[in-house]
């Protein structure tokens, strides 16, 4: 097989990112616009119900696949909700979400979704306004060297600077 060129590689790995989008009503519609590139994807051999799929996140790693995977195993509904890196220099992950009664996954995905942005939302204006009113613990500051000092000279060693140290 010849080397493939810089663009050729480009492309192809477009046409592999655009398999189908999620549009507003939940369905997969074909991408036309090969620049276009989707943040998530459903990859083929979904159910065609969409009671079982396993999303493509393009450029996410184990910080939100975990924290999803979470989001989603909290509904009822939920028969298996997993996720993969498929290889460490690959920037996605895939996630896999299975739903009893022939339920949505894709509306399932949504909601997740959602209740993160929610969740994150109402972290950060928790930790705003701790901040704001001096709410939060301190610890006092400690000068770790001076410990140290403090230690070795308890120990009968010299330290640098003090009148006992005989290497300077």
Not at 81 to 108: F, N, T, W
Not at 141 to 167: I, P, Q, W
Request: aromatic share 6%.
């Amino acid at each position: 097989m010849a080397p493939q060129t810089e663009e050729q590689r480009k492309q192809e790995e477009a046409a592999s990112r655009r398999h189908a989008r999620l549009d507003n009503a939940g369905v997969l519609q074909m991408s036309a616009n090969v620049e276009q590139l989707e943040k998530i994807t459903i990859l083929p051999g979904h159910e065609p119900d969409y009671s079982a799929c396993t999303f493509c996140l393009w450029e996410e790693d184990h910080t939100l696949g975990n924290t999803l995977r979470w989001m989603i195993m909290k509904d009822a509904d939920v028969e298996y909700c997993g996720y993969s890196a498929p290889h460490p220099s690959e920037p996605k992950i895939h996630l896999r979400v299975q739903m009893y009664d022939g339920l949505s996954a894709v509306d399932c995905l949504r909601r997740a979704l959602a209740n993160l942005r929610s969740l994150f939302e109402t972290m950060g204006s928790q930790y705003a306004s701790s901040l704001q009113n001096d709410n939060y613990p301190r610890e006092k500051d400690v000068d770790v060297h001076e410990v140290v000092a403090e230690t070795l000279r308890e120990r009968g060693f010299g330290v640098e600077g003090d009148a006992m140290d005989e290497s300077s």
